[in-house]
């Protein structure tokens, strides 16, 4: 398997990053002690990408020694049913669950769900002033939650985020600008990932040789998309016949993708990715989820820059 966005063990490492984060902004603020851990609770949607999610985040939080991962009493975890194959799921009793525990930090590690259902009925079940702080994966950034965060203007203050690419790639700017003029509208989530994988494939077939190459073939060939000291191939239209050729003809490219420069693992098919940290941004009655200059860097592997809520 090959694939161009990043696996949710790579996001959770930004995630896991965010409590230390928010741990010295409630320190900062007097609302947790110098050496006290923040209360967590986790709150993961039961499928794939929750539950691989909130393993994920945990075993980061172990190795970035969050204080909550070593003491059981700092951290709830509560899964919740997929609405997707259950009509009648109960929120209520994760929400009182959640709410009873008074977690500083709240991870909602769902989709649309979480943002319409949960974080609304812990808000208002929530009974004392100092309100939790949010941290939600892409799943979350979903454009109910810009209605939400307008109809309780006080909740753009307590949630980040983080999406697979920080769009700082030197083609993306090129690519949103195609991407705005063809359907007028920005890129959504993910799409830079998909137009890189659609040049990928476009030249490993070169590479191949092969008119209708088999999968065996097409795998194989997707091994010489990260060669060093030969031709970087950038993602897009332009020069693309003569990149097609060099490709077919030295076996072999540098390829440079909208989304960063996709330098894969041979032996997982995966490569890393910056991940992009977000939050609700309000402009009088409108709110975007509008991503912030700080991003966790794939190079450097650790978040740049000081990591602040919306106001």
């Not at 979350?140 to 690419?165: F, H, M, N, Y």
Request: proline share 6%; net charge negative; with cysteine.
């Amino acid at each position: 398997m090959w694939r161009t966005a990043p696996s949710d063990t790579i996001q959770a490492i930004p995630l896991a990053e965010l409590v230390l984060k928010v741990e010295g902004l409630l320190r900062d603020a007097g609302k947790l002690g110098m050496t006290e851990s923040a209360r967590i609770a986790i709150a993961a949607k039961d499928d794939a990408y929750g539950l691989g999610l909130a393993d994920a985040v945990y075993s980061q939080m172990q190795a970035q020694s969050v204080g909550a991962a070593s003491d059981s009493k700092l951290l709830l975890r509560r899964d919740y049913a997929d609405p997707a194959d259950n009509d009648n799921v109960d929120w209520d009793t994760p929400a009182t669950e959640i709410v009873n525990f008074h977690p500083h930090i709240i991870f909602g590690l769902g989709t649309n769900e979480f943002v319409t259902e949960l974080l609304t009925r812990v808000e208002e079940k929530w009974d004392t002033a100092d309100r939790p702080k949010y941290l939600l994966p892409e799943g979350g950034k979903v454009d109910e939650l810009e209605g939400i965060v307008a109809d309780r203007p006080d909740l753009s203050a307590r949630i980040l985020g983080t999406v697979p690419g920080a769009q700082l790639a030197p083609g993306y700017a090129g690519f949103a600008q195609r991407f705005g003029a063809f359907f007028n509208e920005p890129p959504g989530t993910f799409s830079e990932f998909a137009y890189d994988a659609a040049y990928l494939l476009a030249y490993a077939i070169a590479v191949s040789g092969q008119a209708h190459p088999n999968g065996t073939q097409m795998a194989d060939a997707m091994k010489h998309m990260t060669c060093k000291d030969t031709t970087v191939v950038p993602a897009g239209p332009n020069g693309f016949s003569g990149y097609f050729q060099d490709a077919a003809k030295n076996q072999c490219i540098d390829f440079d993708g909208v989304s960063g420069p996709l330098n894969f693992n041979n032996e997982t098919g995966e490569a890393s990715s910056d991940i992009a940290i977000w939050c609700p941004e309000r402009s009088g009655n409108t709110v975007t989820l509008a991503a912030q200059t700080e991003y966790y860097s794939a190079a450097a592997g650790a978040i740049q820059g000081d990591v602040t809520f919306c106001p």
